[in-house]
């Protein structure tokens, strides 16, 4: 669709950018703060851990001066629910909520909305010890813990994400970390895991609501529109597979607390189905999201599995990267597009794949939207005068801007968008090195130099799309 006069963005668009605890905080095991799953994992010995990272703990003021300087309407962050109980459940650390306090207030301070996740993927180690999300006590103390936040933190957080990527941690749990090493029937406890995970979250939409009710709460996958290879009808059906699998699963059970058919067919099939109750099924047709935030890096291509198009390709290290389809033989399989171009880690570069994903998204449950991921990581080059020309960022952002402006036109209602990251963080996967922020630490992967911040080229571009509310998206601009 050509729209012969493109909407502007809406008044009061909620130009943002976006953390997690775990990849800026720092201060892994200070002033009360219990191990997380993150901590205990065993990652490339190469990189950076997470122990430091951007080290925002202790650089709390100057990163939120540098957000206010950006411009930026609101912050999505999230909460270490190792910090705020290092046990997971029982005494509350005071330090480790008087940390997120100070935060609120600093952002409070300069008219920046805070956006709160209540999960990004840092389970309490204590609770891993006890089975993790495949125990049920898990949902119970999830609730205990987004009831304590809303109650600490309600009377000035008006938005609320529950679970960062949900689907990502069941798909691809082999390399978010979701399941040990060695995990019997990994795939079936995996889906056993998404539903406690569900019903966490439908017990936090609830308290949210009762606690909050001036409040809006929302789940935040990780959605992707998905291609078939070719219009071969047996491609057609892989893709569409595939989405249920991959997408409507999650947010079928989100919105309106029942399973996706097509996906409950596959986990019949294979036999992953969970273990459910009447009662829990009641719980999540109770759970009511206000909005839907989705994350979006890019499109999926899929086939069946004897398409004559090229299998997704990768380098062994990328092989099982959460942006890859995969392959499952007997449902889909994923596929090179040869339409589309690559960045620096394999993961493609589909500007107008957000446009239809928003589209699909709004499509299927009439719910307002907003973009709490999306952005471009790459070896960022730090230069003379402490200037980083990443033109390649801004490119990138410009493009999906414009389709994201494309799908407001359509009708889909969208109120924010916060980019991946505000600040250089620690990647879950390719440490330091791999940066998306608009401001750049001074570090590496093990030298942490002086951790200086400097605003990029990208950082002065944002900063001219907020204060013309998107009206101006050109990429050129003076740095």
Same mark, same amino acid.
């Given at each position: 669709?050509?729209?012969?006069?493109?909407?502007?963005?809406?008044?009061?668009?909620?130009?943002?950018?976006?953390?997690?605890?775990?990849?800026?905080?720092?201060?892994?095991?200070?002033?009360?703060?219990?191990?997380?799953?993150?901590?205990?994992?065993?990652?490339?010995?190469?990189?950076?851990?997470?122990?430091?990272?951007?080290?925002?703990?202790?650089?709390?003021?100057?990163?939120?001066?540098?957000?206010?300087?950006?411009?930026?309407?609101?912050?999505?962050?999230?909460?270490?629910?190792?910090?705020?109980?290092?046990?997971?459940?029982?005494?509350?650390?005071?330090?480790?909520?008087?940390?997120?306090? +100070?935060?609120? /207030?600093? !952002?409070? &301070?300069? $008219?920046?909305?805070?956006?709160?996740?209540?999960?990004?993927? =840092? @389970?309490?180690?204590?609770?891993?010890?006890?089975?993790?999300?495949?125990?049920?006590?898990?949902?119970?103390?999830?609730?205990?813990?987004?009831?304590?936040?809303?109650?600490?933190?309600?009377?000035?957080?008006?938005?609320?994400?529950?679970?960062?990527?949900?689907?990502?941690?069941?798909?691809?749990?082999?390399?978010?970390?979701?399941?040990?090493?060695?995990?019997?029937?990994?795939?079936?406890?995996?889906?056993?895991?998404?539903?406690?995970?569900?019903?966490?979250?439908?017990?936090?939409?609830?308290?949210?609501?009762?606690?909050?009710?001036?409040?809006?709460?929302?789940?935040?996958?990780?959605?992707?529109?998905?291609?078939?290879?070719?219009? +071969?009808?047996? /491609?057609? !059906?892989? &893709?569409? $597979?595939?989405?249920?699998?991959?997408?409507?699963?999650?947010? =079928? @059970?989100?919105?309106?607390?029942?399973?996706?058919?097509?996906?409950?067919?596959?986990?019949?099939?294979?036999?992953?189905?969970?273990?459910?109750?009447?009662?829990?099924?009641?719980?999540?047709?109770?759970?009511?999201?206000?909005?839907?935030?989705?994350?979006?890096?890019?499109?999926?291509?899929?086939?069946?599995?004897?398409?004559?198009?090229?299998?997704?390709?990768?380098?062994?290290?990328?092989?099982?990267?959460?942006?890859?389809?995969?392959?499952?033989?007997?449902?889909?399989?994923?596929?090179?597009?040869?339409?589309?171009?690559?960045?620096?880690?394999?993961?493609?570069?589909?500007?107008?794949?957000?446009?239809?994903?928003?589209?699909?998204?709004?499509?299927?449950?009439? !719910?307002?939207?907003?973009?709490?991921?999306?952005?471009?990581?790459?070896?960022?080059?730090?230069?003379?005068?402490?200037?980083?020309?990443?033109?390649?960022?801004?490119?990138?952002?410009?493009?999906?801007?414009?389709?994201?402006?494309?799908?407001?036109?359509?009708?889909?209602?969208?109120?924010?968008?916060?980019?991946?990251?505000?600040?250089?963080?620690?990647?879950?996967?390719?440490?330091?090195?791999?940066?998306?922020?608009?401001?750049?630490?001074?570090?590496?992967?093990?030298?942490?130099?002086?951790?200086?911040?400097?605003?990029?080229?990208?950082?002065?571009?944002?900063?001219?799309?907020?204060?013309?509310?998107?009206?101006?998206?050109?990429?050129?601009?003076?740095?």
């Amino acid at each position: 669709m050509q729209h012969q006069q493109v909407k502007p963005f809406p008044n009061g668009f909620l130009w943002g950018a976006s953390t997690s605890a775990y990849q800026v905080e720092g201060a892994w095991n200070e002033e009360g703060k219990g191990p997380s799953v993150i901590d205990k994992a065993i990652f490339d010995a190469e990189l950076s851990d997470f122990k430091v990272t951007s080290d925002h703990y202790h650089h709390l003021e100057q990163d939120v001066a540098l957000f206010a300087e950006l411009g930026l309407k609101t912050y999505r962050f999230s909460i270490s629910w190792a910090r705020l109980f290092p046990q997971g459940s029982g005494e509350i650390n005071p330090k480790g909520a008087a940390f997120y306090q +100070r935060l609120i /207030d600093l !952002l409070y &301070a300069h $008219n920046i909305e805070p956006l709160v996740t209540l999960y990004h993927f =840092d @389970l309490p180690w204590a609770l891993q010890e006890k089975g993790g999300w495949s125990n049920p006590e898990t949902v119970t103390a999830f609730e205990h813990y987004a009831r304590t936040a809303f109650e600490l933190y309600g009377d000035r957080v008006k938005y609320w994400l529950t679970i960062n990527e949900q689907n990502m941690m069941i798909l691809k749990g082999e390399v978010i970390g979701t399941l040990p090493p060695g995990t019997a029937d990994p795939q079936k406890v995996l889906y056993q895991q998404n539903h406690h995970m569900m019903l966490a979250q439908a017990k936090a939409m609830i308290a949210c609501h009762q606690l909050l009710p001036n409040a809006k709460i929302g789940p935040a996958p990780n959605i992707s529109s998905v291609y078939p290879a070719s219009a +071969r009808p047996e /491609d057609v !059906l892989a &893709a569409n $597979n595939f989405s249920a699998i991959r997408n409507w699963l999650y947010l =079928d @059970l989100a919105c309106h607390g029942v399973y996706n058919a097509v996906a409950w067919s596959f986990m019949k099939e294979k036999g992953y189905l969970p273990c459910i109750t009447d009662e829990e099924m009641a719980l999540l047709r109770r759970g009511k999201p206000d909005f839907i935030a989705f994350n979006y890096y890019a499109s999926a291509t899929v086939g069946a599995d004897d398409s004559a198009q090229a299998r997704e390709q990768g380098e062994p290290s990328k092989a099982v990267d959460q942006q890859m389809a995969g392959i499952d033989t007997s449902v889909y399989a994923g596929m090179n597009n040869p339409y589309l171009k690559k960045n620096q880690f394999n993961w493609y570069i589909d500007p107008v794949g957000f446009r239809i994903t928003a589209r699909e998204i709004y499509e299927r449950y009439r !719910l307002p939207l907003i973009v709490t991921e999306n952005g471009l990581g790459a070896f960022d080059q730090l230069e003379a005068g402490n200037k980083i020309y990443d033109d390649y960022r801004i490119m990138y952002l410009q493009k999906h801007l414009e389709q994201l402006q494309l799908a407001i036109s359509d009708g889909v209602e969208m109120f924010g968008y916060c980019p991946w990251s505000a600040i250089d963080l620690v990647s879950t996967h390719q440490g330091i090195g791999k940066r998306y922020g608009f401001i750049y630490v001074n570090r590496d992967e093990k030298d942490l130099k002086d951790l200086a911040r400097f605003k990029k080229k990208s950082f002065v571009w944002y900063q001219r799309v907020i204060s013309s509310n998107g009206a101006n998206l050109d990429s050129q601009v003076e740095y």
